[in-house]
């Protein structure tokens, strides 16, 4: 009688290999060849069972296994769904992962695809339950000891700093680092300064940012500083010479830049209320058409304010009213709003400058005073003026607006704004000048 042997069924196995750090992975012969080579032996020794290597490589480098994004990872698991593997093989199951809720992912791919996973070190079939159970447990330990070690290194940062020392991040403005120490940069350390003392100054985070743009400060990454980055300049204890760690602060190994009567008088503003800070900074603010502005019947008009609750309302009021004198024509307003009139100037000068008849007398202007300038520079400074306005300060906008309007005159119908167009050369000239230099040097 004829017996008859049922042929093996040929196993496709892929093997993956992973490696956290990068640390070796330039050696000739690293970690993941060494787990490559222990995977090919057990695979050629299943053999006899039908067992074969897939010629694609299935490696992660430099990834941890707390993250199921892993190019290697992912193209293994396109390939299972693809139905080109069947055995899995890696050394150790940390290797694919080390959290319990990805793995629990991953097997349910294997399972839906009917592919066995197998550690060469670890011997278990995850088709049985028992073998599930074992899976789980080694899992459960593999990340029981990840977050182990995570603790060790939390502790070990949180007494690092508990002694002062630098623990690494980014480098605040105004240090340096020198054997994984902070320095002071004396240059930058100034910068500080002067930015915590123009603070106490002006009282304003958006004057101030507006002010440093204006002046080109950038950060260590070399980006212009905004309101942002210069309030957590503002509160950054390490300018105190403290490290701080989650809350708490210790003294450090550093030398302060900020002495502690600056720390406090800056701190005192910015524990008052925001918009109380922001109202104070108006109030202070010139007005910014102080002496230009008139009624038609040749009445000065003079800043006033008033002030409800927490907000302060401005206004241009005639000197009739102050005065008690009767209006000579009644359809004539004798209080209006100061942000509506200001707002209203600034838009005429910003369609002046940007008027072609403008721009001609601007160049002829300035050529005939002995400016070499480029035409393309005085054009482009003109295009620009929109922008250059946003970052000026309130007492510069206020120079400007007295070299640019003779007159503004408030009729029945509304405003007369006289520009003197002659006055735009003047603050091109003063926009010019900081490019020229520039290009001298």
């Not at 009688?1 to 990068?22: F, G, L, W």
């Not at 070990?156 to 002694?163: E, F």
């Not at 393309?376 to 946003?390: E, G, K, M, N, P």
Request: hydrophobic share 40%; charged share 30%; proline share 3%.
């Amino acid at each position: 009688m004829d017996q008859r042997v049922n042929p093996i069924r040929r196993q496709r196995c892929a093997i993956y290999t992973r490696k956290s750090s990068e640390e070796g992975l330039e050696q000739e012969f690293n970690s993941l060849h060494a787990q490559r080579e222990a995977c090919e032996a057990y695979i050629a020794s299943q053999r006899s069972e039908g067992w074969v290597l897939v010629r694609d490589q299935y490696d992660d480098g430099g990834i941890s296994g707390g993250t199921l994004e892993r190019p290697g990872l992912k193209q293994l698991l396109a390939d299972i769904e693809d139905g080109l593997i069947d055995v899995v093989v890696v050394y150790k199951i940390d290797r694919l992962s080390r959290s319990l809720m990805d793995f629990s992912k991953l097997v349910e791919v294997f399972d839906r695809n009917g592919v066995t996973f197998v550690s060469v070190t670890q011997s278990f079939n995850t088709t049985t339950s028992m073998g599930r159970l074992t899976l789980n447990i080694l899992l459960s330990f593999a990340q029981f000891e990840r977050e182990v070690t995570a603790e060790r290194i939390r502790d070990k940062v949180r007494a690092s700093r508990m002694k002062g020392m630098w623990m690494g991040g980014y480098v605040p403005l105004g240090y340096d680092v020198k054997d994984r120490k902070l320095v002071v940069n004396e240059d930058e350390a100034a910068t500080v300064r002067g930015i915590f003392e123009r603070f106490v100054e002006v009282g304003s985070a958006t004057v101030l940012a507006r002010e440093l743009r204006r002046k080109g400060l950038r950060n260590k990454q070399g980006t212009l500083v905004d309101k942002g980055y210069l309030y957590r300049l503002l509160v950054n204890r390490v300018y105190r010479g403290e490290a701080v760690h989650k809350g708490k602060a210790y003294p450090g190994e550093h030398q302060a830049i900020i002495d502690e009567q600056l720390w406090d008088q800056v701190h005192a503003i910015l524990r008052q209320n925001p918009r109380k800070r922001a109202n104070n900074t108006r109030a202070q603010a010139p007005a910014l058409l102080k002496g230009l502005i008139f009624t038609a019947t040749g009445a000065a008009m003079t800043p006033s304010s008033t002030k409800k609750g927490a907000r302060r309302y401005r206004y241009y009021v005639s000197m009739d009213v102050i005065k008690n004198r009767e209006p000579s024509d009644e359809g004539i307003p004798r209080r209006l709003p100061a942000d509506l009139v200001e707002a209203a100037v600034v838009t005429e000068l910003r369609r002046v400058m940007r008027a072609p008849s403008i721009t001609a007398q601007v160049i002829a202007h300035l050529a005939r005073e002995g400016h070499a300038f480029a035409e393309a520079d005085v054009i482009s400074a003109l295009q620009t003026f929109d922008d250059v306005w946003t970052q000026l300060f309130p007492a510069e906008q206020t120079r400007i607006v007295q070299l640019l309007v003779r007159r503004v005159t408030v009729t029945s119908e509304g405003l007369v704004i006289d520009v003197r167009t002659d006055g735009v050369s003047g603050v091109m000239r003063d926009m010019m000048a900081p490019r020229k230099k520039v290009a001298a040097e």
